[in-house]
């Protein structure tokens, strides 16, 4: 038996964090789910994105273990256990660090080792990601690539996952909710 994965899209302070954290709270308390682990793939590389992951520190509660992970979040995944669930936040930052600091080969290869994660996984998984293909066509070469890479992603995800919903000022829309 695998485990349960979700999708939770939206754009920048849309409530997609929050929304995520409220349901893995709301299993623990009424499923099988015992543990909350909490996989923060933010790095503080400036003073903006500093005061961003201590807002998130500070609102997040004592229930979860958490793992301050960029990169490497596939064997986290793959490791869960039926009664875990994981918070993956979120997935943008994960492909900007896949797109800005390692080869396009390793990038490549750990999307894949994610998406076979998420595919065998035993335990609950939920993955934030900004829905960035909105707005105009970027004028740069990186900025075109990450639009690009991030669609995909997100539709790679939305086919693996079980449900998938869409954040817009703080209200979700379900987009895809299968039974489990």
């Avoid at 503080?44 to 509660?61: C, G, P, V």
């Avoid at 793992?67 to 995944?77: G, K, M, N, Q, R």
């Avoid at 740069?140 to 995800?157: A, H, K, P, T």
Wanted: charged share 25%.
């Amino acid at each position: 038996m695998t485990g349960r994965v979700e999708l939770i899209i939206g754009g920048a302070r849309s409530g997609k964090s929050a929304l995520a954290e409220r349901r893995a709270e709301q299993w623990l308390s009424a499923s099988s789910v015992k543990e909350l682990i909490y996989i923060a793939t933010a790095q503080s590389k400036d003073e903006e994105m500093a005061a961003r992951i201590a807002h998130h520190q500070a609102t997040r509660t004592e229930l979860w273990q958490v793992h301050e992970v960029p990169w490497e979040i596939a064997e986290l995944i793959s490791q869960l256990a039926p009664e875990q669930c994981a918070l993956v936040d979120c997935l943008t930052l994960w492909l900007t660090y896949g797109l800005c600091e390692v080869s396009e080969k390793e990038f490549y290869s750990n999307k894949r080792k994610l998406l076979d994660a998420l595919k065998t996984t035993q335990g609950r998984v939920i993955l934030v990601s900004n829905e960035v293909g909105h707005g105009i066509v970027p004028l740069g070469v990186l900025s075109r690539r990450f639009v690009d890479e991030s669609g995909w992603l997100n539709q790679d995800i939305a086919t693996v996952a079980k449900r998938v919903d869409f954040v817009m000022a703080g209200l979700p829309l379900n987009l895809k909710s299968e039974r489990k």
